[in-house]
């Protein structure tokens, strides 16, 4: 099993439209979570942190859910700069919380 | 607003040469990273490092690899004797702390061996 998966897309919305991305996690000794936006041949820039309690920036909302070992991240009312590929990243605090990342989801706004 | 700075942006080098990538991280940040992306699979760990030494480093970190931060600013990964499969984005990142620390990644360096 891989140690953090996410589908990959591409996911196709209107603007406007909200949509949703999951990543599941395999190890139950992850510490931190994060949602990272990559535009095509850019470094990964954090998005967001991912917290028990959820939270929220904004038109974008991330949950975390450590029972079932999955974040979400949710974006509402699509623009089309938000098309990029999100990626979830999983740090694990007993190595210096080096960051395992899943593959990515492309994600395409059409007008 | 504070940012990872990388260069060169591109190199390109002939197999068997050595490469150094330069890195200057956020200015408080403690905790630096590594990580490359080979063209169109997923950002990979490579090292991580603290305190002037080596914290964690992954599988890929073989003997070729090294880092060294030569100064209070630099961060630098050098491979030794480059291989056709190093090619790859390979980016920096900082952090101001470990535990569930943000990262901040700089904007890559694209390495070409040909």
């Known amino acids: 099993r891989k140690e953090v998966e996410q589908d990959p897309g591409p996911f196709n919305v209107p603007e406007g439209a909200t949509v949703a991305f999951n990543c599941t996690y395999s190890?139950?000794?992850?510490?931190?979570f994060f949602w990272y936006r990559q535009d095509c041949r850019k470094e990964p820039k954090l998005l967001m942190s991912v917290y028990s309690s959820g939270n929220e920036d904004g038109r974008f909302t991330a949950q975390l859910n450590r029972a079932s070992q999955y974040i979400s991240l949710l974006i509402r009312d699509s623009k089309l700069s938000d098309s990029a590929t999100y990626l979830c990243?999983?740090?694990?605090?007993?190595?210096?919380?080096?960051?395992?990342f899943g593959a990515g989801t492309r994600l395409a706004v059409h007008p | 607003e504070p940012e990872v700075t990388q260069t060169p942006s591109h190199q390109v080098t002939q197999m068997g040469q050595e490469v150094i990538l330069r890195c200057v991280p956020i200015?408080?940040?403690?905790?630096f990273y590594w990580y490359r992306q080979i063209l169109g699979q997923k950002v990979e760990f490579l090292v991580s490092f603290y305190n002037n030494e080596i914290s964690e480093k992954s599988e890929i970190f073989d003997d070729q690899f090294s880092v060294e931060r030569p100064d209070g600013s630099n961060f630098t990964l050098k491979i030794r004797s480059t291989k056709l499969e190093d090619s790859a984005m390979y980016f920096c990142a900082s952090s101001e702390s470990t535990a569930g620390g943000e990262q901040f990644f700089g904007p890559g360096t694209r390495l070409t061996v040909l």
């Open positions: 190890n139950s000794a992850s510490q931190s």
């Open positions: 990243a999983v740090g694990f605090s007993g190595g210096y919380n080096k960051l395992i």
């Open positions: 200015s408080n940040h403690l905790y």
